[in-house]
């Protein structure tokens, strides 16, 4: 794959979209190659990943422009179907996914770390949707997560107005879940990638169905599901394993993610 790398460090697996002559910009290619190492990842070994991107300027800038500034209506709604498509499996791959933003995050870069379940980001980060001064809305979620994220009110300000907005602010409102200097962000990422991999695996991957699959639907339905996939739980050797260790008092455990 000639624009996403990815390696693996026990059990958390790191993702990097590797085109830093165009900021890590997003286009067909680094679409496919992303979708391909999702392909590649070896859900029973790996319990979490990180994606960040090449270099220290950029996360990923934003969808290529000279590659969207063409395309017709079908052609641009079917670009807006497979970034969506892809950023979608992201946010319900079977484990979680880190996001580690190292500059900008605008556009389709923004949207890209909306897809993951937490948002770490440098002190140089900057987030956007500006594509309102580009004459089109967002097409990769940004629309949707956005509003999820940070609440309506000031989802349409972000986006209605274009404006880029930093790292202290991207806090402030709940976009990120922490700021690092550079040197400190994807150290940062990786020890709570492997904080999360060294907890029961489906227990984990419980939580994050539960989760996101609870946020859908009206909270009476939202019990439900979580009342099913905390049942899935019992009789696993991760669940007897878990509560042995703790009424036995110590502090080895061994979850094999079965």
């Not at 791959?93 to 993951?116: R, T, W």
């Not at 274009?162 to 990422?189: F, H, S, W």
């Not at 110590?250 to 079965?258: A, C, P, S």
């Amino acid at each position: 794959m000639a624009f996403v790398t990815y390696e693996t460090e026990g059990a958390v697996g790191i993702i990097t979209i590797d085109r830093p002559k165009a900021l890590n910009a997003l286009n067909s290619e680094v679409l496919d190659d992303l979708n391909a190492v999702l392909d590649s990842v070896d859900v029973d070994v790996i319990r979490c990943l990180v994606l960040t991107g090449a270099g220290e300027k950029s996360f990923v800038a934003g969808a290529d422009i000279g590659e969207m500034s063409s395309l017709t209506v079908a052609e641009g709604e079917a670009f807006g179907k497979k970034g969506n498509d892809i950023f979608r499996r992201i946010e319900t791959f079977p484990v979680p996914v880190i996001a580690a933003i190292n500059g900008f995050a605008l556009g389709g870069g923004c949207e890209l770390s909306m897809s993951c379940d937490i948002r770490f980001c440098s002190d140089n980060a900057v987030f956007g949707q500006p594509e309102v001064g580009l004459g089109i809305t967002p097409g990769f979620g940004g629309t949707q997560r956005l509003a999820r994220i940070v609440g309506p009110g000031m989802a349409k300000q972000m986006i209605y107005t274009a404006r880029n907005i930093k790292a202290d602010e991207a806090l402030r409102i709940g976009l990120v879940n922490a700021v690092y200097t550079q040197e400190e962000l994807l150290p940062a990422a990786k020890k709570t990638a492997a904080g999360i991999a060294k907890n029961a695996p489906i227990a984990v991957r419980n939580c994050k169905k539960a989760i996101n699959d609870g946020l859908e639907v009206p909270m009476d339905e939202a019990i439900v599901i979580e009342e099913k996939l905390f049942g899935a739980c019992f009789e696993t050797h991760d669940q007897k394993e878990g509560m042995s260790a703790f009424l036995e008092k110590r502090k080895e455990k061994e979850f094999l993610n079965k």
